[in-house]
């Protein structure tokens, strides 16, 4: 499994370098290759006239954005449609969207760039490109019209795709010269000059979402709710305990049910059953008696995880550092000393919709519907399990029910239904996973233990700060090639000294950050929000209880740390200031407070909690501070940060995959709880763009939101709380 | 054979009377809509009416269904996605990935089919549907809009 997965993730590095790179030169490609199709799509009498790889513009001016990353829910369709319509100065009323395939992509020299939709990445790395794209095409579109009326494009004007030439005093529409406008060569890249963010018109403001009619009333095409003619249906089960395989199954005991067509094994670790409906094949394979070889696995479980963690707390040998100065003399000497060890545990993803996936092979095409975060790794994976050469591939991209980092890379799924697929040439076979499934084979966040110390001196200063991560990698499982020379620095997120990305915002004297890799068998991969969440929990408790000890305001205490970091510090300032920090509260109320950066973006949260008698938490408000540089969609940015508390909440208060026998215990909702609407507090978001970087959104927000409610607890009990989730915590 | 009035129509089914309700609407009708999420009644997703009161269909087997019952997904809850819950879903653009949200949207019907105006706490009890987007906050908004626009 872990050689497969790294060939996965080999496949996907390298489309990403290729990506990049057609990212830098994207539109130059796209102008490029674009005339030739462009021609073909005006043959086609009242189809849209293809102004370049991005924009098409219909008879009727409707104006269709395509777009190449994946929408589960994060709003990156619509923010991404703004980005170019605010350059195309199209009316917004008119704007749909359309999603391209990988299998286009390819065809056209990657004309898209990069289609992975992850680290929060989907509008700040490809916001350059689409741009341009949407300038270059209303440059054309102008030049269009001046031809036509033969006057110098630069006396033209335009308005909502309403094109006006003031002294003759005539209009025309986007609609009207798209044809004659797609025949034009493309401008010169360096004649495109963007907008100033500050004077955007539809970027910038808090539109409505393109895609929520569908999701009213029933009829959004879910990739599970796929139908194809003649589709059989797959439930397929995989070893429990990860690393093991199949021993055997005794199929006559359910090939007589109605509707079964096949027992068969998927990859020597798993076993599906092929009906003619998927709960006919569900409860054919839940009645089917398999027996598994556990591969030594079964011996395994949280209790030995732990200790393989602690063992790391205590190594000589790390995997990455972060330093400065001499931490561990500075502790040693200090006036005053504190150590902590904190704990957070394994996490599955838990996206509403299950793992699923559609396959139709033959000896001459490979198709898969799919829901995906990184549609060219599902082609990959098509074309690696199939046989096919990628230019026979396709895959049609289902907007996620959820993706959370589960529906990255791996594409495990789609493996296994290509696999299941092979054995039906021609026939569409749609395999589901059940949701123990889905829980019991996820790749989950990793799980750690940190070591805190720090030293004060006698006026209550940090001279000296040592953390220690121990716990399993990452890229240890999945992408081997970023660790070198044994350092693999991802699992520090949050904590590095670098700017831009996740750089710790605290100037400590004496600094030591180690990690150590402790792996276990259990799979691996990014959760939302990744490694900045387990990170912000170590480091934002711990900076609570060293401001605790000594004697300082939680906010005042961080802000004598910030002043070489003014942005960390930006956002810390402007929730205190939203959140009414030092205030009064009402009594039996407490608040808490974190920062952290990830994701090239900066957050800070304030939590306000409290504790009734019988220990019962109440989480009442929380506030959100956001500098993501740019805010494209400030309504959608507020839903994601909402979201992120209920992410991250969840998280918090009960999130927790155990091992017991090599296998993971909660594979359902009833013992892997979610949090519900009765205990969602009151969100207040404050965005605080500074417009001088493109920071992402969908994730940055969840790490401080553990943090701040751990912190407003150590105030309200003054007992700080060190293991997740809070529901194995006594609070009074 | 199973005999079910699913939005208004009644169908002849010929299927193993131990089928989840929930399996029969997306398979057999081909209605899919009403979502799988976890197949114990936890999540809710695939809430629908049964005489116009809120449940799990993946927990009610359909032999157990008289054929007078009249069974609403949420492609029978209007014809126009008209209906107040799913007006206000709209204004305060309140779906983000959108699996969730029919069940979500048949559980603030039937709420508010009982209960004109809910309090706050009316809504915490009625509204325990899982979304893992978060769309809780919009969601309680929302159900207080549709009140306002029933």
């Given at each position: 499994m872990k050689t497969s997965a790294g060939r996965e993730a080999d496949v996907s590095r390298r489309t990403f370098v290729v990506g990049s790179a057609a990212a830098g030169g994207g539109l130059a490609l796209g102008l490029n290759t674009y005339a030739a199709r462009s021609a073909q799509a005006q043959n086609a009498a009242e189809g849209p006239a293809e102004?370049?790889?991005w924009v098409l513009i219909k008879p009727d001016d409707t104006c269709v954005i395509r777009i190449a990353r994946s929408e589960m829910g994060q709003g990156t369709r619509t923010g991404l449609a703004q980005l170019v319509a605010e350059e195309l100065e199209c009316d917004w009323k008119k704007v749909t969207t359309e999603s391209i395939t990988p299998g286009q992509n390819l065809a056209r020299k990657?004309?898209?760039g990069e289609m992975g939709t992850g680290g929060s990445r989907g509008i700040r790395t490809s916001q350059d490109y689409v741009r341009r794209a949407g300038a270059a095409a209303r440059m054309m579109l102008l030049q269009a019209a001046a031809s036509e009326w033969n006057v110098p494009v630069g006396e033209l004007t335009v308005v909502d795709g309403v094109i006006a030439h003031g002294p003759s005093n005539r209009t025309t529409s986007y609609g009207k010269v798209a044809a004659a406008a797609a025949k034009l060569p493309p401008p010169d890249p360096k004649s495109i000059v963007l907008k100033n963010p500050k004077d955007w018109k539809i970027a910038g403001q808090a539109v409505k979402r393109l895609d929520t009619a569908d999701k009213l009333n029933g009829s959004k095409v879910f990739a599970i709710d796929v139908k194809l003619p003649g589709m059989l249906c797959a439930a397929i089960k995989d070893c429990p305990v990860f690393g093991g395989k199949v021993k055997g199954y005794d199929e006559s005991k359910i090939l007589s049910r109605s509707g079964v067509r096949r027992v068969m094994h998927v990859n020597d670790t798993a076993v599906a059953v092929v009906a003619d409906t998927w709960w006919r094949a569900k409860s054919a394979l839940d009645a089917l008696p398999i027996e598994w070889d556990d591969s030594g696995n079964a011996a395994k479980s949280s209790a030995t995880i732990a200790e393989l963690l602690t063992d790391g707390l205590a190594a000589t040998r790390t995997n990455g550092e972060v330093q400065n100065g001499d931490a561990l003399a500075a502790i040693a000497s200090a006036a005053k000393r504190l150590e902590a060890v904190y704990r957070t545990p394994f996490l599955a993803?838990?996206?509403?919709?299950p793992m699923n996936c559609t396959a139709k092979i033959s000896a001459e095409k490979a198709e898969v519907w799919v829901a995906t975060q990184n549609s060219e790794a599902s082609l990959a994976a098509l074309s690696q399990s199939s046989g096919l050469p990628l230019n026979r591939c396709e895959v049609y991209r289902h907007d996620l029910g959820g993706g959370f980092g589960r529906r990255g890379g791996a594409q495990d799924y789609v493996h296994q239904a290509v696999a299941i697929a092979k054995e039906f040439p021609g026939i569409p076979v749609k395999m589901i996973w059940s949701r123990e499934e889905d829980m019991a084979h996820d790749f989950y966040r990793p799980i750690s233990q940190c070591r805190m110390s720090a030293g004060l001196d006698e006026a209550g200063n940090l001279v000296g700060l040592h953390v220690r991560v121990s716990g399993q990698s990452i890229n240890a499982f999945s992408n081997q090639g970023a660790i070198a020379s044994g350092k693999d620095m991802r699992q520090l997120q949050g904590l590095y000294a670098e700017p831009g990305d996740a750089q710790l915002g605290y100037s400590v004297p004496n600094l030591l950050i180690e990690y150590v890799m402790r792996n276990t068998h259990v799979p691996v991969g990014p959760w939302r929000g990744v490694n900045t969440n387990q990170n912000a929990v170590y480091l934002e408790c711990f900076i609570e209880e060293v401001a605790r000890a000594a004697g300082k305001d939680s906010v005042e205490f961080r802000r004598a740390l910030m002043a070489d970091h003014p942005k960390h510090l930006g956002v810390l300032e402007a929730v205190a200031a939203k959140a009414d920090w030092g205030k009064p509260l009402p009594p039996g109320v407490h608040r808490g407070v974190a920062q952290f950066m990830g994701y090239g973006s900066y957050s800070a949260a304030v939590a306000e909690v409290s504790i009734d008698p019988a220990g019962k938490l109440k989480v009442h408000r929380m506030v959100l501070a956001l500098n993501c540089g740019h805010a494209v969609n400030p309504g959608q940015i507020a839903a994601q940060i909402e979201g992120s508390v209920a992410y991250g909440l969840t998280a918090t208060l009960y999130g927790e995959c155990t091992v017991e026998n090599g296998r993971?215990?909660?594979?359902?909702?009833?013992?892997?709880e979610i949090m519900r609407l009765a205990e969602m507090p009151k969100v207040e978001t404050v965005i605080v763009p500074t417009y001088d970087f493109w920071g992402g959104v969908g994730e940055p927000t969840i790490s401080v939101v553990a943090p701040a409610v751990l912190n407003a607890i150590f105030d309200a009990t003054g007992k700080p709380v060190r293991s997740l989730p809070l529901k194995n915590v006594k609070l009074v | 054979m199973v005999t079910l009035n699913i939005n208004g129509k009644v169908h002849e089914i010929d299927i193993e009377p131990d089928t989840p309700l929930l399996w029969v609407i997306r398979e057999q009708i081909g209605l899919t809509g009403t979502k799988y999420g976890c197949g114990i009644a936890q999540c809710g997703a695939c809430s629908v009416h049964l005489d116009g009161a809120v449940v799990r269909s993946c927990s009610i087997r359909v032999g157990d269904l008289q054929p007078t019952v009249r069974i609403v997904t949420i492609e029978g809850l209007s014809d126009t996605s008209s209906h107040p819950v799913q007006r206000a879903w709209a204004e305060l653009d309140v779906p983000q990935c959108g699996y969730c949200q029919s069940g979500q949207i048949m559980a603030a019907a039937a709420l508010l089919a009982q209960t004109q105006r809910p309090t706050d706490e009316q809504i915490d009890a009625a509204m325990t549907n899982v979304c893992r987007c978060g769309t809780y906050q919009r969601i309680r908004a929302a159900v207080n809009l549709a009140a306002d626009l029933a």
């Amino acid at each position: 499994m872990k050689t497969s997965a790294g060939r996965e993730a080999d496949v996907s590095r390298r489309t990403f370098v290729v990506g990049s790179a057609a990212a830098g030169g994207g539109l130059a490609l796209g102008l490029n290759t674009y005339a030739a199709r462009s021609a073909q799509a005006q043959n086609a009498a009242e189809g849209p006239a293809e102004i370049n790889a991005w924009v098409l513009i219909k008879p009727d001016d409707t104006c269709v954005i395509r777009i190449a990353r994946s929408e589960m829910g994060q709003g990156t369709r619509t923010g991404l449609a703004q980005l170019v319509a605010e350059e195309l100065e199209c009316d917004w009323k008119k704007v749909t969207t359309e999603s391209i395939t990988p299998g286009q992509n390819l065809a056209r020299k990657r004309v898209w760039g990069e289609m992975g939709t992850g680290g929060s990445r989907g509008i700040r790395t490809s916001q350059d490109y689409v741009r341009r794209a949407g300038a270059a095409a209303r440059m054309m579109l102008l030049q269009a019209a001046a031809s036509e009326w033969n006057v110098p494009v630069g006396e033209l004007t335009v308005v909502d795709g309403v094109i006006a030439h003031g002294p003759s005093n005539r209009t025309t529409s986007y609609g009207k010269v798209a044809a004659a406008a797609a025949k034009l060569p493309p401008p010169d890249p360096k004649s495109i000059v963007l907008k100033n963010p500050k004077d955007w018109k539809i970027a910038g403001q808090a539109v409505k979402r393109l895609d929520t009619a569908d999701k009213l009333n029933g009829s959004k095409v879910f990739a599970i709710d796929v139908k194809l003619p003649g589709m059989l249906c797959a439930a397929i089960k995989d070893c429990p305990v990860f690393g093991g395989k199949v021993k055997g199954y005794d199929e006559s005991k359910i090939l007589s049910r109605s509707g079964v067509r096949r027992v068969m094994h998927v990859n020597d670790t798993a076993v599906a059953v092929v009906a003619d409906t998927w709960w006919r094949a569900k409860s054919a394979l839940d009645a089917l008696p398999i027996e598994w070889d556990d591969s030594g696995n079964a011996a395994k479980s949280s209790a030995t995880i732990a200790e393989l963690l602690t063992d790391g707390l205590a190594a000589t040998r790390t995997n990455g550092e972060v330093q400065n100065g001499d931490a561990l003399a500075a502790i040693a000497s200090a006036a005053k000393r504190l150590e902590a060890v904190y704990r957070t545990p394994f996490l599955a993803h838990a996206t509403m919709e299950p793992m699923n996936c559609t396959a139709k092979i033959s000896a001459e095409k490979a198709e898969v519907w799919v829901a995906t975060q990184n549609s060219e790794a599902s082609l990959a994976a098509l074309s690696q399990s199939s046989g096919l050469p990628l230019n026979r591939c396709e895959v049609y991209r289902h907007d996620l029910g959820g993706g959370f980092g589960r529906r990255g890379g791996a594409q495990d799924y789609v493996h296994q239904a290509v696999a299941i697929a092979k054995e039906f040439p021609g026939i569409p076979v749609k395999m589901i996973w059940s949701r123990e499934e889905d829980m019991a084979h996820d790749f989950y966040r990793p799980i750690s233990q940190c070591r805190m110390s720090a030293g004060l001196d006698e006026a209550g200063n940090l001279v000296g700060l040592h953390v220690r991560v121990s716990g399993q990698s990452i890229n240890a499982f999945s992408n081997q090639g970023a660790i070198a020379s044994g350092k693999d620095m991802r699992q520090l997120q949050g904590l590095y000294a670098e700017p831009g990305d996740a750089q710790l915002g605290y100037s400590v004297p004496n600094l030591l950050i180690e990690y150590v890799m402790r792996n276990t068998h259990v799979p691996v991969g990014p959760w939302r929000g990744v490694n900045t969440n387990q990170n912000a929990v170590y480091l934002e408790c711990f900076i609570e209880e060293v401001a605790r000890a000594a004697g300082k305001d939680s906010v005042e205490f961080r802000r004598a740390l910030m002043a070489d970091h003014p942005k960390h510090l930006g956002v810390l300032e402007a929730v205190a200031a939203k959140a009414d920090w030092g205030k009064p509260l009402p009594p039996g109320v407490h608040r808490g407070v974190a920062q952290f950066m990830g994701y090239g973006s900066y957050s800070a949260a304030v939590a306000e909690v409290s504790i009734d008698p019988a220990g019962k938490l109440k989480v009442h408000r929380m506030v959100l501070a956001l500098n993501c540089g740019h805010a494209v969609n400030p309504g959608q940015i507020a839903a994601q940060i909402e979201g992120s508390v209920a992410y991250g909440l969840t998280a918090t208060l009960y999130g927790e995959c155990t091992v017991e026998n090599g296998r993971m215990k909660q594979v359902n909702f009833d013992t892997y709880e979610i949090m519900r609407l009765a205990e969602m507090p009151k969100v207040e978001t404050v965005i605080v763009p500074t417009y001088d970087f493109w920071g992402g959104v969908g994730e940055p927000t969840i790490s401080v939101v553990a943090p701040a409610v751990l912190n407003a607890i150590f105030d309200a009990t003054g007992k700080p709380v060190r293991s997740l989730p809070l529901k194995n915590v006594k609070l009074v | 054979m199973v005999t079910l009035n699913i939005n208004g129509k009644v169908h002849e089914i010929d299927i193993e009377p131990d089928t989840p309700l929930l399996w029969v609407i997306r398979e057999q009708i081909g209605l899919t809509g009403t979502k799988y999420g976890c197949g114990i009644a936890q999540c809710g997703a695939c809430s629908v009416h049964l005489d116009g009161a809120v449940v799990r269909s993946c927990s009610i087997r359909v032999g157990d269904l008289q054929p007078t019952v009249r069974i609403v997904t949420i492609e029978g809850l209007s014809d126009t996605s008209s209906h107040p819950v799913q007006r206000a879903w709209a204004e305060l653009d309140v779906p983000q990935c959108g699996y969730c949200q029919s069940g979500q949207i048949m559980a603030a019907a039937a709420l508010l089919a009982q209960t004109q105006r809910p309090t706050d706490e009316q809504i915490d009890a009625a509204m325990t549907n899982v979304c893992r987007c978060g769309t809780y906050q919009r969601i309680r908004a929302a159900v207080n809009l549709a009140a306002d626009l029933a």
